[in-house]
Antibody, heavy 120, light 107 residues
């Protein structure tokens, strides 16, 4: 069964770079039609799509975050990663790493999420 | 950017009620629309994809309809486990946007 795990740093200081890695198990990260995404949810607010990546390395970013976001993939380790630079308190959120199935055009499997707090 | 607008933001209902939530897209997204249920402290759970397809394992009391810019999620007979927050999300042209959510609460 597909599992996604995204352990996080918990606390990041303002102006620093938030880094998260999601490990995929139970299915092959390079399967055709699987996209991998990052979604965040500030406390009490709706989820926000950050971006997605395909095993080929093709990336797709939310225009409002694009200047600060880098998503990468390491198929040999079955991992994909998020880097968000110049963080502020507004980046405090639970960060999730779900799979998007192209045939469904929907995120159908999600990790448990990790709370990242931006504070000095 | 495509904006998604959900209504209502809060809905008070009783067990057994028929519940309908609406989601509108700022431009046509064909049927690239999903519905999620979320409970406190949990990740969103996919209910409906491609506007009207029921995700495996989801009870048949959930249904979705619509295309273009207008979509609805219907719960035919609300059950105690259905009190939660529901989100629509469009995924079109490799970009995704969520609605602001609808909380279904006990009347």
């Amino acid at each position: 069964q597909l599992q996604l795990q995204e352990p996080g740093p918990g606390l990041v200081k303002p102006s620093e770079t938030l880094s998260l890695t999601c490990t995929v198990s139970g299915d092959a990260i390079s399967t055709s039609g699987y996209y991998w995404g990052w979604i965040r949810q500030p406390p009490g607010k709706a989820p926000e799509w950050i971006g997605s990546i395909y095993h080929s390395g093709s990336t797709y970013y939310n225009p409002s975050l694009k200047s600060r976001v880098t998503i990468s993939i390491d198929t040999s380790k079955s991992q994909f990663s998020l880097k968000l630079s110049s963080v502020t308190a507004a980046d405090t959120a639970v960060y999730y790493c779900p799979r998007l199935l192209a045939t469904k055009r929907a995120f159908d499997h999600w990790g448990r999420g990790t709370l990242v707090t931006v504070s000095s | 950017d495509i904006q998604m607008t959900q209504s209502p933001s809060t809905l008070s209902a009783s067990v057994g009620d028929r519940v309908t939530i609406t989601c509108r897209a700022s431009q046509s997204i064909s049927t690239s629309l999903a519905w999620f249920q979320q409970k406190p402290g949990k990740a969103p759970n996919l209910l409906i994809y491609k506007a009207s397809s029921l995700e495996s394992g989801v009870p048949s009391r959930f249904s979705g309809s619509g295309s273009g810019t207008e979509f609805t999620l219907t719960i035919s007979s609300l059950q105690p486990d259905d009190f939660a927050t529901y989100y629509c999300q469009q995924y079109n042209s490799y970009s995704g946007t969520f609605g602001q959510g609808t909380t279904v609460e006990v009347k």
